[in-house]
């Protein structure tokens, strides 16, 4: 860990973490985009999902990251809504992401094509 200094820096790194802190209570939306995923269109989704999110006024973050184990049902993506658990949509396409959007993120109504869990959130 970086040795703070000063006051400056501390105050620099308290702003840093409450940022942080603020981001987590944000929607947040990974689009796996593994090797399976990338072949299966996910950049497609990711570039819709951050342009209709935007034009909706929908605060939330969207990330890209690796495979996480739902190759046979790719694209995927895992939306995360305040204080909700993780939630995984497969096969998602234009259509389907545009439904999810509409329906459980503004919402919170659950849509077809949620994939059961293959892994455990740890807090």
Known sequence: MK????????????????????????????VHMGTSGQASGAKVIYDFLKLELEKRNIDAVVISTGDMGYSYAEPTMEVTLPGEAPVVFGNVDKLKADEIIEKYIKNGELVDGILPANYRVIN
Do not use: H, V, W
């Open 3 to 30: 040795t703070i200094k000063s006051p400056a820096e501390l105050q620099k790194r308290k702003a840093e973490i409450l940022q942080r802190m603020n981001e987590k209570e944000k929607i947040r939306i990974r």
